[in-house]
């Protein structure tokens, strides 16, 4: 072969290049297989550990008043646990529908999450309070039995102390409607914790 042959043919890329281009290839596909594997979820409805099991074991102060509460302290009747902070916007724009259903005789038991006394009752204060309860976790032990990702968030208890759903984010008319409500009226009826799921 001729030098002027050997110039006419294209040099081959090296292997390290390919990978180059393969590379964000394997990340997208990887990517829209995590994305699709999620479609039809709702993303605010986990399936916690703690479902199915009792409330964890605590003594925290009242908000309010400073007395200690334990479990038992809490109602005997099926209820929603609220985990909110003054700190949290999102529990501001939630606060509404909180009000909606402590007016509906829904019973609602307050976790301040990580907040100091003074400013939570201040929002309290200022936004009215719909929680026949408040635990004082200031130091997030509580949250973190629970296993918290952040503020707010929701857990129905049963009679019996159990945790039989958890909502993560905020509660809005649909998911209350849709999932809340309904599950609260089944242990309160029958209970029973089929429509929990």
């Not at 102060?61 to 099926?78: E, M, R, Y």
């Not at 009000?99 to 100091?116: R, S, T, W």
Request: aromatic content about 6%; glycine content about 8%.
């Amino acid at each position: 072969m001729s030098a002027a042959q050997m110039n006419d043919v294209p040099p081959q890329p090296p292997k390290r290049r390919l990978w180059l281009w393969l590379l964000p290839l394997l990340m997208f596909v990887g990517l829209a297989l995590l994305l699709g594997s999620r479609l039809g979820k709702d993303p605010a409805i986990q399936v916690s550990q703690m479902v199915g099991k009792p409330l964890p074991a605590f003594a925290l102060p009242n908000l309010t008043d400073g007395n200690l509460l334990i479990p038992q302290n809490l109602p005997s009747t099926p209820y929603l646990l609220n985990i909110w902070g003054s700190w949290c916007p999102s529990c501001v724009f939630e606060h509404p529908m909180l009000l909606q259903i402590a007016a509906q005789g829904v019973p609602i038991v307050g976790v301040n999450y990580k907040d100091e006394q003074a400013d939570a009752l201040s929002y309290l204060a200022k936004h009215q309070n719909p929680f026949v309860l408040n635990l004082q976790d200031q130091a997030g032990g509580l949250g973190l039995d629970l296993g918290l990702t952040g503020a707010p968030e929701s857990f129905v208890v049963d009679a019996a102390g159990v945790i039989r759903l958890h909502l993560v984010g905020i509660i809005d008319a649909d998911n209350w409607q849709t999932r809340l409500q309904p599950c609260l009226q089944a242990l309160t009826q029958s209970g029973s914790a089929d429509a929990c799921h």
